[in-house]
């Protein structure tokens, strides 16, 4: 039998004798006529019998056959040399059904999903909705108004709100305001403040009876004020703690003015606006710098002549100094901080314990000398107090807590610990007794400046190190210090190189004398940079201060002028312009600080980094109003020749004498305040990182 024999159709009878159905044959059909055992007939029954046929109708077809009855494509498809083909079609079709069915489970799963957000959310909406009736419901209708409006202004959810109105019996009271479905809540609420003020006829005229209804104006958003609020105490408070911490927040939350202010909640703000990332969204639309000029005009304008003399306003005038500092604006910012000590003298308690009252008088003290001193001015203070640091503070049951907290969200993860603040700023407190008197001798107000005087003061410096707590002392690697902490012994190493410079630089000294000088300076110039390199390791430079600002170049200064080669000066210069920087989004004081020292680095021929432009952006474009508007002077650098005029020609003379009975004398009895004394590594840390690349 032929191997390519085709089946030839069956026809009927008719359609056999039609002549426009022509019958299609194989090319061997006319040789045989016996096709797979069947013969073609153009009868319908008369080649066989019906079993016949069925039983060669399922005879299995060889392979590259077709039935009759298939199409011109199938029977294309079934040829043999286009079997494969048709097979990998079949294949990819395969996959692409699977393909197509596992992207629409995925959307399907992603449907599902989106239903059920939407779900939850509706059911949250339903909810704040109910709460939200309950509220509108009650007010005007019951006697909890004062406390619901007193809530809502404290930022309390809709939710607490009506939990707690399902709690209390309602009292009927009526009141011309009355809500309907038309009133959203804020209506109510403007609403119902009015009429209150008019009830009681109270007006505006006294501060505690408006600020229940609002601190400031600038915003609403209790999340905003908050995130600026946790900002403020994580970074400005404990290194300048011009206030009680707890005593404010408790005014705060209690709409009290005893401890809090219109004044001083908006100079918080203005200066907590400096410490946000200049993207953050949490305010919405509203960019930092707005934030902050509302603020610092809110709290100017609160600052009213017949509120002078509260303590709060002069605590607000110590906050609206640092705001406007770090603007750079340090030619206003300084008369707030003279209006704030000048005011301080005579402020009324207006309530305040004698705890708070004694935080506020140590710590803008405090700030004012370490301002003149940073700034080289002649003070503008009363002497400090000589009662005893702190004497109604009880500095061992303050229980407040610290988080490196930068955004919102960081209290839930952060750890939690001992923040030491009230007692750092004890120790601060004493550290800057010492800065004034210096200070006061080199200004010539004790007379000339002798041996003894200066010799005593330093063995004040290192008696103050000595007696520090081991909380306070510890430094080191395992130590994990809190930044105010080492922040506190910059300040210290900072006062001490300013105490020596004017010497160093007096031409009154020679030989061992000036090299023993010298040596001293630079010594704690490298330790204090080595500590801001640590606290920069641990934490970060974003929120350094403006005064430490200075106190980092004031570091970095006699390691460039007196000590180049250890550590190199290339890297001091690039630590210091870099730290600067890292600060500066949100303190554009930093950037004349920055040009200043670069000149300073030059004069010297110090290397500049080859990333100098990266480090410091717009150098060189600062003019002189600009550096006034940091420095309030031209310079940063300590003003020798005003000093050394009152510097005793003779001092060379007695200075090996007085060293001797004065410095290396006997020793003193160790503070109760120090536990123990620390381990050398402890107490300094070693030069390394920085001071050996």
Request: hydrophobic share 35%.
């Amino acid at each position: 039998m032929s191997s390519n024999r085709r089946i030839l159709p069956l026809q009927s009878s008719s359609s056999q004798s039609s002549s426009s159905n022509p019958v299609e044959t194989s090319p061997d059909a006319g040789q045989n006529g016996n096709v797979n055992g069947m013969l073609t007939s153009s009868g319908s029954g008369e080649s066989g019998d019906s079993g016949s046929r069925d039983e060669h109708s399922r005879k299995r077809r060889t392979p590259g056959l077709v039935a009759a009855i298939a199409c011109t494509e199938c029977r294309r498809a079934r040829q043999k040399p286009h079997t494969k083909i048709h097979k990998e079609s079949l294949l990819k079709e395969i996959h692409n059904l699977r393909r197509d069915n596992t992207r629409l489970r995925t959307e399907n799963q992603q449907a599902e999903g989106a239903a059920n957000d939407l779900e939850h959310k509706n059911r949250g909406l339903l909810e704040i909705y109910d709460w939200q009736r309950t509220i509108l419901d009650t007010i005007g209708s019951n006697g909890h108004d004062r406390e619901i409006i007193k809530r809502l202004r404290a930022g309390e959810t809709t939710k607490t709100i009506a939990e707690w109105l399902g709690e209390q019996r309602p009292i009927q009271h009526n009141l011309h305001v009355v809500p309907d479905g038309s009133h959203g809540l804020l209506d109510i609420v403007h609403a119902f403040e009015e009429q209150l003020r008019r009830d009681d006829g109270q007006g505006v005229g006294r501060e505690s009876d408006t600020l229940q209804f609002g601190w400031t104006a600038v915003s609403s958003s209790q999340t905003l004020l908050g995130h600026l609020f946790d900002l403020y105490f994580t970074w400005v408070h404990p290194v300048h703690m011009l206030f009680s911490e707890k005593d404010f927040r408790d005014s705060y939350t209690n709409h009290n003015a005893t401890y809090c202010s219109s004044a001083l909640v908006n100079a918080i703000c203005a200066m907590a606006c400096h410490l946000m990332d200049p993207n953050d969204d949490t305010a919405g639309d509203v960019d930092v710098d707005t934030l902050t000029t509302g603020f610092m005009n809110q709290a100017r304008q609160e600052v009213k002549p017949q509120n002078y003399m509260h303590l709060t306003s002069v605590q607000a005038l110590a906050v609206m100094y640092l705001a406007d500092l770090s603007s750079g604006k340090a030619r206003s910012a300084t008369g707030y901080l003279r209006a704030s000590v000048e005011f301080l003298k005579a402020a009324e308690l207006d309530g305040q314990s004698a705890q708070a009252r004694e935080i506020s008088l140590w710590g803008i003290q405090t700030l004012n000398t370490s301002s003149t001193g940073i700034t080289y001015q002649k003070l503008y203070a009363p002497e400090l107090p000589h009662m005893a640091k702190f004497r109604h503070v009880d500095l061992h049951n303050h229980h407040s807590v610290w988080q490196e907290y930068r955004s919102i969200g960081d209290q839930r993860y952060l750890p939690v610990r001992p923040s030491h603040a009230v007692l750092t700023a004890c120790h601060q407190a004493g550290l800057f007794r010492i800065i004034h008197e210096s200070l006061n001798l080199y200004c010539g107000l004790r007379g000339l400046v002798r041996a003894d005087a200066v010799l005593a003061l330093y063995r004040r410096y290192m008696d103050w190190e000595e007696d520090l707590p081991f909380i306070l002392k510890a430094i080191g690697d395992e130590a994990q210090p809190l930044p105010h902490i080492l922040l506190l012994h910059v300040q210290f190493h900072v006062a001490v190189v300013q105490h020596l410079t004017p010497l160093l630089q007096s031409n009154l000294f020679d030989g061992p004398n000036l090299d023993e000088l010298r040596r001293l300076v630079v010594k704690h110039a490298q330790e204090g940079i080595v500590i801001l390199e640590h606290m920069h390791q641990l934490y970060t430079g974003r929120f350094l201060m403006p005064l430490l600002s200075f106190c980092t170049i004031h570091l970095g200064d006699p390691l460039v002028r007196y000590s180049p080669d250890d550590p190199p000066a290339a890297n001091v210069v690039e630590f210091c312009l870099g730290l600067l920087q890292q600060a500066s989004p949100g303190f554009p004081i930093n950037g004349p600080l920055q040009e200043l020292f670069r000149r300073t680095a030059v004069e010297c021929g110090a290397s500049l980094p080859p990333n100098v432009e990266q480090l410091t952006g717009q150098l060189g474009n600062y003019g002189m109003d600009d550096i006034l508007d940091a420095c309030t002077r031209l310079d940063y650098k300590q003003p020798v020749d005003q000093s050394v005029r009152h510097v005793d020609e003779n001092i060379a003379d007695d200075w090996p004498s007085k060293w001797e009975q004065i410095v290396d004398g006997p020793e003193r009895p160790q503070s109760p305040d120090s536990t123990r004394k620390a381990s050398p590594s402890e107490k300094h840390l070693r030069i390394e990182s920085l001071l050996k690349r």
